[in-house]
């Protein structure tokens, strides 16, 4: 995500505040322990004008990963979709990418973080292409990552929490050093994880998989669209242990993620997956999927949330932080 794109407004604790006076003391909570979890969202300017992709199942994940780790969130679920939308409105942006993040601030530096005040902040900013904009087409080059994925009784895999991704930076800068775009981790098992911020998909035999949460996967909200529209398209999908020598037999295999949306992978570890080039079921889905974004077609499972509709409007109170 280089080369942040600054926005004018942002959200903080139910205000808006300029973009540039976001800012957190260096003795916040959150700068020693990275006591924070965080979503990312995107919204896209559909043919119906712009629209939230899936800003209910972001929020509930966020307000998930918080309760893991103890961090209240005043304003609810509601409040947090509001104040997504208001900081779009705000910006008056027709396609961006949105941050909300809920972190523990400055109170103390004990280990124990619940005298800490929990701050809320959204920021939206335009988005690029994650891995640029041939690799949608033409795939990229990755390794299987020397870093393993926690196991999940270290660290809760199901909460999008920031300490989670240092061994994402890891397994990235590894990755960008060696010469590709991105690393595929392995579970503390041996088993296929996932990328540095990405859900991984093998196609074998015309067979979809992707590694079950229990392989320390963060449950993506893109990896399960995936998966409902590789039904719809009538693939069999499923979630299944997989080795890390499937990696290298595959015919396919593709992320997905908000930032990477639906991209192939060419080679593994220098070996060419399938033909070494975008398969055709990937295609399949790719296409199946930028129609649904960007409402060329209808959209059936109500996924689209529209950022200029009326009936969003909610009366949202100002946030007390939590231990202020």
């Known amino acids: 995500m280089a080369g942040l794109n600054a926005s004018a407004k942002i959200w903080h604790n139910g205000e808006l505040i300029p973009w540039d006076d976001a800012h957190i003391h260096v003795c916040s909570h959150v700068v020693h322990y990275a006591s924070a979890v965080f979503e990312g969202i995107r919204c896209y300017n559909t043919q119906s004008g712009p629209a939230v992709f899936r800003l209910d199942e972001h929020v509930k994940r966020l307000c998930r990963s918080a309760r893991i780790y103890r961090m209240p969130i005043e304003i609810g679920a509601d409040g947090l979709q509001e104040a997504c939308l208001e900081t779009i409105r705000a910006n008056q942006l027709k396609s961006c990418y949105i941050r909300p993040i809920v972190f523990r601030g400055y109170e103390s530096l004990g280990v124990d973080p619940t005298s800490c005040p929990i701050e809320v902040y959204v920021a939206v900013f335009e988005f690029d292409k994650y891995l640029g904009d041939e690799a949608l087409e033409q795939g990229v080059d990755v390794m299987v990552s020397s870093w393993n994925r926690?196991?999940?009784?270290?660290?809760?895999?199901?909460a999008k929490a920031a300490a989670n991704y240092m061994n994402a930076a890891l397994i990235k800068m590894e990755a960008v050093q060696n010469g590709y775009v991105e690393g595929i981790a392995l579970d503390a098992r041996g088993y296929v994880s996932e990328g540095s911020g990405e859900n991984v998909f093998i196609v074998q035999d015309n067979k979809i998989i992707t590694p079950p949460i229990a392989a320390s996967v963060l449950p993506g909200i893109t990896r399960d669209v995936v998966m409902v529209l590789a039904k719809e398209l009538g693939y069999m999908v499923s979630e299944t242990d997989i080795p890390r020598e499937n990696l290298y037999t595959a015919d396919e295999v593709f992320f997905t993620g908000t930032a990477v949306e639906v991209t192939p992978v060419r080679s593994i570890d220098k070996i060419?997956?399938?033909t070494g080039q975008r398969g055709p079921i990937t295609a399949?889905?790719?296409?199946?999927?930028f129609q649904y974004v960007e409402g060329r077609v209808e959209d059936r499972h109500g996924w689209l949330t529209p950022v200029y509709a009326e009936d969003r409007t909610v009366d949202?109170?100002?946030?007390v932080p939590v231990g202020a």
């Open 150 to 158: 926690v196991a999940t009784n270290t660290l809760p895999g199901i």
């Open 316 to 319: 949202i109170p100002p946030v």
């Open 284 to 289: 399949q889905i790719q296409e199946a999927f």
């Open 272 to 274: 060419a997956v399938g």
